[in-house]
């Protein structure tokens, strides 16, 4: 039986993945913070029959393997949830408070969940393919120094990845880092108006705002093992963003 846990499954890119999962056939679990009742996440479950959501907040550690154990076995780790700079602006007025909380939720929760995943996986039989995907960004590479501890979260988390890489290659588990460019989600809401004209002007080659099947798109046929001698693989999904430029 495949199974996969999404975190911050519940919108934006994490719930195109859901979706995409869903569709294909794998058992789907969300993971976020909020609460069951919350309208965004019924309106997720009712879009995919049989998901199941359980509230989760990364940063509680403790907390883990109530939730392993509640999803059921798990194949397909889909490492997504994220949070932003508290405030867009100078990094020499950062505070401590936004900088500890992209490190708390985007590596430090993001690693012990995905740590506590992979030990499990690594009893599971082979058959389905087992991987781990960390969503981390472009941002990864690509410094905005007025969010610059999103970046640094970021960093850490594509190391993250290789490690988890390096590591379970020989429990023949995927581990792939995935780094999203402009994404049309509600994270990216406020900063519509700033990108708009950007991208239109060659920001990204593509000329268009990403959205989140183009992120679902390149994680089926990863999660299915179609590209499991691939890895480690960094694969980024934003339409030429990153692609060095005169």
């Known amino acids: 039986m495949r199974r996969a846990l999404i975190t911050g499954g519940q919108q934006g890119i994490g719930l195109g993945i859901a979706q995409a999962l869903h569709g294909a056939g794998w058992q789907v679990a969300l993971a976020a913070e909020l609460s069951p009742e919350a309208a965004v996440v019924q309106s997720a479950l009712a879009g995919m029959p049989g ?44 505070k401590p408070d936004s900088f500890d909380r992209c490190i708390d939720v985007n590596l430090r929760g993001a690693f012990f969940l995905a740590q506590d995943c992979a030990r499990r996986m690594r009893d599971l039989p082979p058959d389905p393919y087992r991987s781990i995907c960390f969503i981390t960004s472009v941002s990864a590479t690509m410094v905005s120094p007025d969010r610059a501890e999103y970046c640094i979260s970021k960093a850490g988390a594509a190391m993250m990845a290789q ?10 588990i995927g581990v792939f ?19 708009d004209s950007r991208i239109a002007d060659g920001l990204v080659p593509a000329r268009r705002w990403g959205n989140p099947a183009d992120i679902a798109q390149v994680i089926l046929p990863l999660a ?4 499991a ?12 963003l990153s692609i060095h430029r005169l």
């Open 51 to 94: 998901a199941t959501y359980h509230r989760h907040d990364l940063t509680d550690l403790a907390s883990i393997p109530a939730l392993l154990d509640a999803v059921g076995p798990v194949t397909t780790l889909i490492s997504n949830a994220g949070v932003p700079a508290m405030v867009r602006g100078d990094l020499l007025d950062m």
């Open 163 to 172: 490690a988890f890489a390096a590591r379970l290659a020989p429990e023949n």
């Open 177 to 195: 880092d995935i780094r999203p460019g402009i994404i049309e989600t509600p994270m990216t809401a406020p900063v519509r108006d700033r990108y």
């Open 224 to 227: 299915r093992g179609d590209f």
């Open 229 to 240: 001698f691939a890895t480690g693989a960094v694969i980024p999904v934003d339409g030429g």
